[in-house]
C-alpha cells in the first residue's frame, strides 16, 4: 500500500464495533486515527493505537485524518456529514443515508464542491444471499421473473428501552432502518420502479415507530414485495421468486453480522462462507433441462466496501456506493410514506 489513508470513526457503538471496525482493522490501506467515545475507551480492545476524543469538534481538528465515517444516530446525520465535508474531509455516512431529499442535495453538492468522497454504507449488497439472487437473475435461470419477495423479519416482542430507534419519528422506525437495505438491492437488481404501494403498522402494543411495513413496488411485468415485522418468531424464506421457468427460495440470514458479533474479523479462512444446509432451493428449467435441489450461496464479504473506498480515494477509481444512489433510496422511502399516509397508490416521478 503506497498511501495509508487516516480514519476517524464518529462513534463507537455496535456499528463501529461490528461493521465499521473489523474491516478497517483488516484493510493495510487504513489507520483508524481518532475515535470519539464521549465517556468510555472501548474502543481501545479494537484499535489500542488510536486516540480517544470526548467531542466530534475535536475529533474534525485531528488534520491528519483523511476519512471521516458518520455513524452515529440518523438524525445526526446531515449535520455531521456537512460539518465533516466542510472540514475537508472524505465521509462515509451509515445509512439511511439522510432523513430527507433536500438534505440528500444538499451534501451531494458540497461534496463536489469540496472534491471529496461521499458514500453510504449500504453494507448489504455484500450479504451472500443477496449476490446469489443477483446471479440467479442474472443468468435468467427462472426465464422473466413475475414476482420477487424479500423479507428482512425479526422477532422482538417488547419496547426496547433507551434508544432513539424506538422514539416517536415516522423516521426513525423500521422503514428507515431495515427498508434503506432492501429498497437498494432492488434498485440495484432492477432499476427505478413505476408504482410503490406500501402499508405500515405498530404491531407492538404501545410502539411510538412503525414496526412493519409491506411495499409493493410495481416494475413493467412484474412486482418486487418487501416486508418486515418485528413480530416474526418463526421466519419463512427470506427471498423468493418466481418466473416462467421455475422457482427460488433462501431462508436465513447472512452469516457474517453473528461472526463479527462475536469478535470474529473478515479475513478469516472461509469467511461468509454457509453451510449447505443453509443453501437455497430451485426448482427450474434452464437450458432445456430440468434442475431441481440447491444453488450454493455465493459467500459474502462487507469487506468489500472499504477495499472499494480505499480505492476511491487513493487511486481515484469509481465508488461502488454512490451518494446519488441512496438520495433515490431516500426519495422511494418518501413515496413510501406518502402512500401510507395518503393510502394509495404512488406513481413514481
Known sequence: MEKIIQVALASFGMSGKVFHGPSLKVNQGFRVHSILERTK???????????????????????EVDLVIINTPDQFHFDMCKQALNAGKH???????????????????LAHQKNRILSVYQNRRWDGDFLTVKKILGNGMLGRLVEFESHFDRYRNFIQANTWKETSDERNGVLFNLG???????????????????????LRKGSLVDDYYDLRFQYEDFAAILKSSYLVREPGPRYSLHGTHGSFHKWGIDPQEELLKKGHLPNEDNWGQEP????????????GLHHQ?????????YKIFYENIYEAIALGKELAVKAEQS???????????????????????
Open 41 to 63: 475507551n472501548q474502543s481501545l480492545e479494537l484499535f489500542p493505537e488510536a486516540k480517544i476524543v470526548r467531542s466530534f469538534a475535536e475529533l474534525l481538528q485531528q488534520s
Open 91 to 109: 465521509v462515509v455516512v451509515e445509512k439511511p443515508f439522510t432523513h430527507t431529499i433536500e438534505q440528500a442535495d444538499c451534501l451531494i453538492d
Open 180 to 202: 434503506s437495505h432492501m429498497v437498494d438491492q432492488i434498485l440495484q437488481l432492477f432499476g427505478t420502479p413505476r408504482t410503490v404501494t406500501a402499508h405500515l403498522d405498530k
Open 276 to 287: 449447505s444446509e443453509a443453501w437455497g432451493t430451485i426448482n427450474t428449467e434452464w437450458h
Open 293 to 301: 435441489g440447491k444453488i450454493e450461496t455465493i459467500p459474502g464479504d
Open 327 to 349: 438520495r433515490e433510496v431516500i426519495q422511494l422511502l418518501d413515496y413510501c410514506l406518502q402512500s401510507n399516509e395518503e393510502k394509495r397508490t404512488i406513481p413514481i416521478r
